[in-house]
């Protein structure tokens, strides 16, 4: 078994996931970047992991903006975590199918 056949559960991430930036992720061809944006990654801070920081790429149009000032708390659907190589290092990597902002009501 390759350590990339591993599924890492997404529970690992913590329940509460804070959205900090959004970028376009652009197609390569040839190993250059093209005009192509084929999705968007969402940046989240991860608050019951050390503040750490993950980004969850999301093929498709743009489903949420940029936080104007500090963050919004957000979840995903089909979530997935998941180890690639970069360099030689292994890396944890992520994506899902959508993002929601979580509604708290007081």
Known sequence: MK???LVIDPKSL???LW???VAPVYEYRDNKRTDTITGYR??????EKNFEKIGIKIDGKQQL???ENGYLEVNF???EV???W????PNVGAKATSIALVNHKG
């Open 82 to 84: 998941f180890i690639y």
């Open 86 to 89: 970069l360099n030689g290092q």
């Open 65 to 67: 903006e940029q936080p």
């Open 42 to 47: 969402y940046t989240v801070c991860m608050p």
């Open 3 to 5: 350590i990339t056949d």
């Open 14 to 16: 913590g329940n509460k």
């Open 77 to 79: 659907n089909g979530l």
């Open 19 to 21: 959205l900090l930036e």
